[in-house]
Each structure stands twice: as C-alpha cells, then as structure tokens.
C-alpha cells in the first residue's frame, strides 16, 4: 500500500519552518526522502532505518518512529530552494521495493 | 559519470503502437527499477529487476513488459499503447540486492504521450 503524506502542500515565506508526514499501514524497514522540482528527476535526501533513528541534512532532518510507522521531514529556516516536491519511499519487511507516497508540494516565497 | 541515463526523453505515439523505453546506468548496481509518474499519483512502480536475470511486477504492470538485458541496461516496453499510458516514465538504479535502504539514483524521466 502507497504510504500517506501530509500534508498534500505547504506555501512558506523564507525563513519558515515546516514538518511533512509519511505514515504507512504496513511495518516498515525503512523510510527515503526524497525532492523533486519542477521538470526534474527526483534526487534523494536521506534514508532512515527502523530504530528510531534521527538524520540531518543541511536544514532538513527526518525522524523514524517505527511503532507508529511514521516518518517525518522537518524543513528548517527554510530557503528558496527548498521549493518543490518531497516524497517519501517506505520499504517493508522482508522487500526490497520501494513505494512512493503521493508527494507534498512545497512552495517558498520570499 | 553519467549516472542514470534514459531514451528517449520525449515521444509521441498513436494508440496500438508499441515502443521500448531504454536505461542504462554506469554504477555497477544490481537493482533497477521502472516507475510512472502522473499527476498527483507521485512515482508508481512498474517492475523491478533485483538483479541481473530476475524481474518481479511491482504496483502497476499491466499493460507493460521489461527486460534486464545485462547489469547496466533494464528496458521497458509497451506492446500496444493506451492513452492511459500518457505518463513520465522514471528509471532508477540502486547498489546491491540484500542491503534494505539504499538510495535510488534516477535518470532525466522520458515524456510519453498517446494520442
């Protein structure tokens, strides 16, 4: 099953911070992040594994709760770059595929 | 290093036409992957190849067929298009089965269109 992202879009002013959500309904091994801007291929951000972990890039770092099967970007004193559409990718159990939730449209202004 | 590499980037066809998606990728990886993009769907798998001379369906295979000719280059191939092919069509490439949680590298996406 396709995981669900929230929220489906954001529109920030330079310097804001925002938080997206990727819950899936299956058990996870793993959960990507990645960023598409208009007309582009998507480009990875960061993975994170079951465990809990917490990973940072730049301003953007995620967090991995496993028992409630949910991931969440935080976007922080967010930039004009940070424009366009994140994905997360969650792997279950026992796969090696990878399903993509729906994406959440991000918009910077200045 | 060209990364991920797709052809064509465009392409038109007529409905009941048949057309091949080629991908190649330069990094050794094991695993590829053939996704669709449609708006506000985000990216569908179509079918992975785990490795060099396996394939599996993923999300959405109907309609299409693959080949893993080798370890570099994966095709996607649609024997009689429909306009609900109309799609972006993403390849991706990613390091050695077993290892859970590798990134996947994509290449530019080819544009189709059915009419």
């Known amino acids: 099953q396709q995981p669900v992202q929230s929220p489906q879009a954001v529109i920030l002013r330079e310097g804001e911070d925002a938080v997206i959500n990727c819950s899936s309904s299956k058990a996870l091994y793993s959960v990507h992040w990645y960023r598409q801007k208009h007309g582009e291929a998507p480009v990875f951000l960061m993975i994170l594994l079951k465990g809990g972990e917490q990973k940072g890039h730049e301003k953007i770092s995620a967090s991995f709760n496993e028992k409630k099967q949910q991931s969440s970007l935080y976007l922080t004193a967010s930039q004009l770059s940070y424009s366009g559409t994140y994905f997360c990718?969650?792997?279950?159990?026992?796969?090696?595929?990878?399903?993509f939730g729906a994406g959440t449209r991000l918009f910077v202004k200045a | 290093n060209a990364g991920v590499t797709q052809t064509p980037k465009f392409q038109v066809l007529k409905t009941g036409q048949s057309m091949t998606l080629q991908c190649a990728q330069d990094?050794?990886?094991?695993?590829m992957y053939w996704y669709r993009q449609d708006p506000g769907m985000g990216l569908r798998l179509i079918y992975y190849?785990?490795?060099?001379?396996?394939?599996d369906k993923g999300e959405v295979p109907n309609g299409y067929n693959v080949s893993r000719l080798n370890k570099r280059e994966f095709s996607l191939r649609l024997e009689s298009a429909a306009p609900s092919q109309t799609s972006v069509y993403f390849c991706?490439?990613?390091?050695?089965?077993?290892?859970?949680?590798?990134?996947?590298?994509f290449g530019d996406g080819t544009r189709l269109s059915i009419l």
């Open positions: 190849s785990a490795s060099e001379g396996t394939t």
């Open positions: 990094m050794n990886h094991n695993s």
């Open positions: 991706a490439s990613s390091k050695p089965t077993g290892e859970v949680g590798q990134p996947q590298h």
């Open positions: 990718g969650t792997e279950n159990t026992g796969g090696f595929k990878t399903i």
